[in-house]
């Protein structure tokens, strides 16, 4: 079955400190990974999808993931993170084949350490 | 930069009424999605539509219906609201070649 897991629901990370959050993906067709941002009552915003090439892709707000298709894998990570990255991460799948219906995980919540 | 825009921010509606959530984005994309998002839930997806006139059901149509009749508007109909429909909606568009989602601002619904 096509699925995405963010193992976990919450990160909490002081200010200042790297960051990496985790997506596994199981999916049958050549898969298009994308990540999501969600600041508390917002809609979500795109960061940085991966669709081929340079498999460590770079985002807005300083992020950037790595996918790694040995192990079905798509980190997103950030070098310094800063109290304004306090938020909910999705990560997500799709293909064209699928016309990019897009399959989500159920989120990681940052929280940030002043 | 496309713009989702949804209608409503906050909404307050009671038991039985029929509602209607509007969702309109100003970039030509084909498809357009609805989803629910509640806590420890993610989100799930309720109906979507890759052109006019067209819809398909997502995970958890029922008690739900849309309409488009126009390419840039989506609208999401609660028949007759019932309380477990208390929920974010969160309305998404996207051009079939690129893939990735622009959502609205998400509309907060609680049925009392």
């Known amino acids: 079955a096509q699925s995405v897991t963010q193992p976990d629901i919450h990160i909490t990370v002081s200010e200042g400190a790297s960051l990496e959050l985790r997506c596994n993906y199981s999916y049958g067709a050549t898969p298009y990974l994308f990540w999501y941002v969600q600041s508390p009552g917002q809609g979500l915003q795109l960061l940085l999808k991966y669709f081929s090439g340079d498999t460590l892709v770079q985002g807005i707000k300083g992020f950037e993931a790595e996918f790694k298709r040995s192990q079905s894998s798509f980190n997103l990570r950030k070098p310094s993170v800063h109290w304004s990255d306090a938020a909910e991460y999705f990560c997500a799948v799709g293909s064209l084949d699928s016309n990019y219906q897009l399959i989500w995980g159920a989120g990681t919540k940052l929280i940030i350490k002043p | 930069d496309v713009k989702v825009t949804q209608s409503s921010r906050y909404l307050v509606k009671r038991t039985g009424e029929k509602v209607f959530l509007e969702c309109v984005q100003d970039m030509d994309h084909e498809n357009m999605f609805w989803y629910r998002q509640d806590p420890g839930l993610g989100l799930r997806l309720i109906y979507f539509?890759?052109?006019?006139?067209?819809?398909e059901k997502g995970d958890i149509p029922e008690g739900y219906s849309v309409s488009r009749e126009k390419k840039e508007r989506f609208s999401l109909i609660l028949e007759s609201a019932s309380t477990n429909q208390t929920s974010m909606y969160l309305c998404a568009s996207s051009l079939s070649t690129n893939g990735g989602y622009t959502f609205g601002s998400g509309t907060r619904l609680t049925v009392v």
């Open positions: 539509s890759y052109d006019v006139k067209m819809k």
